[in-house]
């Protein structure tokens, strides 16, 4: 019955929802999947060409319209598969693909488990974002999906954390009692808005400031408080369901939300906090945060952990800003001030070496670290090799941690 009821809302609420006549005035971006950071943390910086890509649960598309149009922009080779059980989710993927008049996409409708039946590969990259947490069994879909993937390739997964989302899971419960999972859904939602309307101050959910936005439409209301399945991952839950398949975690985004040095001030809590392993220190700052509502995260076949992800002390490879262009990032560089930067309700204090802004107005796209630090050094009478490659990592440090820095080939 829980299937048939998840089938049945994507039906009448695909989600997100989306009007593909906007497309002709955005692109929505985020992660997992933004090309860069495909090519950053799954290919060591260079993606294959061309990219074998599945959108498993693809929904309305935002990962797909994305991937495909990045790739269209930089003239990247890809085969694109895009896989949902819900028709009408998949009309409206559709719709946006063929607004941008982007190169053809298979579309496939089904489940991911029945993936290696219905569009069977492999991949390079597979894309899951927000799927997992509503499967009846996850470890089945995504061992499903990790059997069609390439030896050499890797994922895109979010699945929903607990800690960020307090408050959703006892609504969710106060609404199966006054909107029961047995009415009609239309009638559920209705439900639903009068009960917001009217919660008390000292509700857990009305407090929450990070889940409020998903209320403003039908579609976003069902998925947050009314889905027929809903599951939350911790780090660790989350890193156990990972390696059960034979995956391994190749980095969680953006770094410096898992990062312990984040939350905390006392140099010798930083010290203790740094002789942690990797996943224990991303179980600490979860924990100390208490604001992160989903988890994003890049996985590769066990056997490659350790080899995918992009090294800034290779000087070959070229920086990429995320959002913005280098003049700008270097504008907003003032001598002897941190740049300040927002993660998910923080303010993050972020301190930038001296030579910050002339590598920064050196950072194109396309010019490797080696000519960076030769562009910065240049402004200055001299500088000692290793002090320059010292600035360069805590430039690259800040704006990776933050997701606006990812490194890629040539």
Not at 112 to 127: Q, R, T
Not at 215 to 244: E, F, K, M, Q
Request: charged share 20%; aromatic share 6%; with cysteine.
């Amino acid at each position: 019955m829980t299937d048939a009821a998840v089938a049945a809302q994507y039906e009448a609420y695909p989600y997100p929802a989306r009007d593909p006549g906007d497309e002709a005035t955005r692109l929505i971006e985020g992660s997992p999947s933004h090309l860069d950071e495909v090519a950053h943390w799954v290919f060591a910086g260079a993606v294959p060409r061309p990219l074998r890509v599945l959108v498993a649960g693809g929904g309305t598309g935002d990962a797909l319209v994305m991937l495909a149009q990045h790739t269209a922009d930089r003239g990247v080779a890809a085969e694109i598969t895009y896989l949902d059980p819900s028709a009408a989710a998949r009309t409206i993927a559709e719709a946006r693909i063929a607004a941008r008049g982007l190169r053809p996409v298979r579309f496939v409708t089904g489940t991911i488990e029945a993936v290696s039946d219905l569009a069977p590969g492999p991949y390079d990259y597979i894309d899951c974002c927000g799927v997992l947490h509503h499967l009846a069994d996850p470890a089945a879909g995504l061992a499903a999906l990790a059997g069609v993937l390439d030896g050499e390739g890797g994922m895109g997964l979010m699945v929903y954390a607990p800690f960020g989302r307090e408050g959703v899971y006892a609504l969710q419960s106060v609404l199966r009692r006054l909107a029961p999972p047995n009415q009609p859904l239309a009638a559920r939602v209705a439900v639903a808005r009068r009960v917001l309307d009217g919660l008390p101050p000292t509700n857990a959910f009305r407090r929450n400031p990070f889940v409020g936005d998903h209320v403003r439409d039908a579609a976003g209301l069902v998925d947050l408080l009314l889905h027929a399945r809903d599951r939350p991952y911790t780090v660790p839950a989350l890193a156990d369901l990972v390696s059960g398949v034979g995956l391994a975690v190749a980095g969680f985004v953006p770094p410096a939300a898992y990062a312990p040095e984040t939350y905390l001030a006392d140099p010798g809590l930083r010290r203790q906090a740094a002789a942690l392993a990797p996943l224990e220190r991303a179980a600490l700052a979860e924990e100390l945060a208490g604001n992160l509502k989903r988890h994003v995260i890049y996985a590769v076949p066990a056997a490659r952990a350790g080899q995918c992800v992009a090294d800034p002390s290779d000087d070959t490879l070229c920086p990429v800003l995320r959002d913005g262009d280098g003049a700008a990032w270097a504008a907003a560089c003032r001598p002897g001030r941190a740049l300040e930067a927002a993660l998910d309700g923080l303010t993050l204090t972020l301190p930038l070496p001296p030579l910050a802004a002339p590598m920064l107005r050196a950072i194109d796209g396309s010019t490797p670290i080696a000519a960076v630090k030769q562009a910065a050094a240049a402004t200055v009478a001299s500088i000692a090799p290793a002090v320059l490659d010292r600035q360069f990592r805590q430039l690259y440090d800040a704006l990776a941690g933050i997701g606006k820095l990812t490194l890629r080939r040539p």
